[in-house]
């Protein structure tokens, strides 16, 4: 193990496609449209996933999760969260926060806030207060203004145990 403090960053893009709602957070929010995705497309705990491996240079979720593997398909990401959470915690770490953002135009996201963040919370096994969300919109710029997907990064602070 190297030091005692590790910082992470993630990021992750979903395109919209045929359906009514989008999963974030592991929670299923009305939409007009749905992910296109191997997995459910939650870009949110996708990113989040990503920076807790990459704080350990563990590599990203493709490579523990292919998308290539149908044993994948259609996969709750809150499942892949924990198995990466677990691997966190193989390595001697926990996590002291997350701050997570997510851009789109739609859908709105502000109501969702506090469930959102209640529901990593309980995946990861940690205090709510721990979980940072904003959303936010790019100002109708990019393929996020155009609504053509959605984008999530976070950026995690994890310790040793």
């Given at each position: 193990m190297v030091g005692k403090v590790r910082i992470g960053q993630g990021i992750d893009v979903h395109?919209?496609?045929?359906?009514?709602?989008?999963?974030?957070?592991?929670?299923k929010i009305p939409h007009t449209q749905g992910l296109?995705?191997?997995?459910?497309?939650?870009?949110v705990l996708h990113a989040l996933s990503d920076a807790l491996l990459g704080a350990l240079a563990l590599g990203d979720i493709g490579?523990?999760?292919?998308?290539?593997?149908?044993?994948f398909k259609g996969v709750d990401s809150r499942i892949l969260?924990?198995?990466?959470?677990?691997?966190?915690?193989e390595q001697g770490y926990h996590l002291?926060?997350?701050?997570?953002?997510?851009?789109?135009?739609?859908?709105?996201?502000?109501?969702?806030n506090l469930a959102m963040r209640q529901s990593i919370a309980d995946v990861l096994g940690v205090d709510v207060s721990q979980i940072g969300m904003k959303a936010t919109t790019t100002e109708q710029l990019g393929?996020?203004?155009?609504?053509?997907?959605?984008?999530?990064?976070?950026?995690v602070l994890i310790f040793a145990n």
């Open positions: 395109a919209f496609e045929a359906g009514d709602f989008v999963t974030l957070a592991g929670l296109k995705a191997h997995s459910d497309g939650d870009v490579q523990h999760f292919p998308d290539t593997d149908d044993a969260l924990k198995k990466v959470y677990q691997l966190v915690g002291g926060n997350a701050d997570i953002t997510v851009a789109c135009e739609r859908p709105k996201l502000a109501k969702h393929f996020t203004g155009r609504q053509e997907g959605i984008l999530a990064t976070a950026t």
